[in-house]
């Protein structure tokens, strides 16, 4: 079985600033790791995903994260963040079946 | 192409009344998943559909609750009486194949709340 950890639930930053978001995840078994967003009163959609190959994934909206096999993180990141990045950001973990694992949540909320 | 439909997008409803929540999957995608956010659990995944057959259900919190989907293209979700902690946005994805290692892709919920 597999688990997701947010280790923040909530960050609040800076228009224009870097963030970063944690997330660690346990498995036993190779894993395929994703970042959604979802932005308030709609649905969850993907950010990114790592499946295999390069460890530094880019994803929409400026968004990168990088696979830590060692560290067994998968941590999400933006160089600057606008208004509109204001969201939740779920981390999630799968290992090639139907069940993707997701973690709590964190909010950002990015003041101007 | 038209993304995951859900109906009702809000649903406010008393205690004891059953409730459908009704879910459209994309064109050719062959599973379906059920989801439920709150803010105490997060996202739970209540039950996942291959092929129009439930091959897990085992996130259906309790008899009263129960999942259909008679063809490709509908599913339902219904509760069966309505309970306070039922309140929850239900979500519903599809995804093209049975492997979990491409992008769900999830309707806009329906949120629920019962007096």
């Known amino acids: 079985a597999q688990s997701v950890t947010q280790l923040d639930s909530q960050v609040p930053v800076f228009e224009e600033a870097p963030v970063e978001l944690r997330c660690n995840y346990s498995s036993s078994v190779s894993v395929y790791l994703f970042w959604y967003v979802q932005y308030p009163n709609q649905g969850l959609q993907l950010l990114l995903k790592y499946l295999s190959g390069s460890t530094l994934v880019k994803g929409i909206n400026g968004f990168e994260a990088e696979f830590n096999k060692s560290q067994t993180s998968f941590h999400l990141r933006k160089p600057s963040v606008h208004i509109s990045d204001t969201a939740e950001y779920f981390c999630?973990?799968?290992?090639?079946?139907?069940?993707?694992?997701f973690g709590a949540g964190t909010t950002v909320t990015v003041r101007a | 192409d038209a993304g995951v439909i859900q109906s009702p997008r809000h649903e406010v409803t008393e205690m004891g009344q059953e409730v459908t929540l009704r879910c459209k999957p994309i064109s050719g995608h062959n599973s379906l998943f059920w989801y439920r956010q709150t803010m105490m659990r997060g996202l739970e995944l209540l039950i996942y559909?291959?092929?129009?057959?439930?091959?897990?259900d085992s996130g259906m919190p309790e008899d009263r609750f129960s999942a259909k989907m008679p063809n490709a293209s509908f599913s339902t979700l219904k509760i069966q009486p309505s309970e306070p902690r039922d309140s929850a946005v239900y979500f519903c994805?599809?995804?093209?194949?049975?492997?979990?290692?491409?992008?769900?892709?999830f309707g806009e919920g329906s949120r629920l709340t019962v007096l």
């Open positions: 994805a599809s995804i093209p194949g049975p492997l979990n290692t491409g992008e769900l892709f």
């Open positions: 559909f291959n092929n129009n057959v439930p091959i897990d």
């Open positions: 999630a973990v799968s290992s090639n079946d139907y069940k993707l694992s």
